[in-house]
């Protein structure tokens, strides 16, 4: 299986600019996708094909990368982007999620 | 809109099986595949399967097979996902997504609201 690594958590200022990063134990092309996770909530599609903005998502969020390392920007980060961030491809079988990385503000 | 309306937390005992509704609104529901997605506080989140709700198709993680089953009603829209010989191991929220084709992969564009699932004796 395709293992996603993920830093575990970050604390940032609000207005800040936040990276978070996945890595792919092998290459997934750009069939990379990122979701947010509030607590007591589902996931929340953010960005999908490593680059594209999910309609409704801010402008604040956007993604990069392809073949094995991609990133999740936020600039600026809001006091509401408090959350876990996951990491998914769908480029291998079985499709896979990285553990997550939680965002926390300071 | 698109809403996902999954049935309500399940304690189970081991041994036995569970069976897991979606209900889909707000779109046609044969033109996405259906994820069923596990998630628990040690092991993440997991890839169950996918199934097409036109065809009755479907894929399943190699981990996954002859645990979960899944199904589909056209009639009512909803999808299924049965889990059989349940161990506390399958305790874990379960949660359906919609499946949208972004050519060349699937992406999963709208979620459920989870479905937790308690197995104890």
């Known amino acids: 299986d395709t293992v996603l690594t993920q830093s575990p958590a970050l604390a940032v200022s609000p207005g800040e600019r936040v990276t978070i990063s996945c890595r792919a134990s092998?290459?997934?092309?750009?069939?990379m996708h990122w979701y947010q996770q509030k607590p007591g909530q589902q996931p929340k599609l953010l960005i999908y094909?490593?680059?594209n903005l999910e309609s409704g998502v801010p402008a604040r969020f956007s993604g990069s990368g392809s073949g094995t390392d991609f990133t999740l920007t936020i600039d600026p980060v809001e006091a509401d982007d408090t959350a876990t961030y996951f990491c998914q491809q769908s480029w291998n079988d079985p499709h896979t999620f990285g553990a997550g990385t939680k965002l926390e503000l300071k | 809109q698109v809403q996902l309306q999954q049935s309500g937390a399940e304690l189970v005992k081991p041994g036995t099986s569970v069976k897991l509704s979606c209900k889909a609104s707000g779109y046609t529901f044969t033109s996405n595949h259906m994820n069923w997605i596990k998630q628990t506080t040690g092991q993440g989140l997991e890839w169950i399967g996918i199934i097409n709700p036109g065809s009755g198709g479907t894929s399943y993680n190699v981990k996954f097979k002859g645990k979960a089953t899944l199904t589909v009603d056209k009639s009512s829209s909803t999808a299924f996902m049965q889990l059989s010989s349940l161990t506390p191991e399958d305790s874990a929220v379960y949660y359906c997504?919609?499946?949208?084709?972004?050519?060349?992969?699937?992406?999963?564009?709208?979620w459920g609201q989870g479905a937790s699932v308690t197995v104890s004796s």
């Open positions: 092998e290459s997934v092309s750009t069939g």
């Open positions: 094909g490593a680059s």
């Open positions: 997504a919609r499946g949208r084709r972004v050519y060349p992969y699937y992406v999963m564009d709208a």
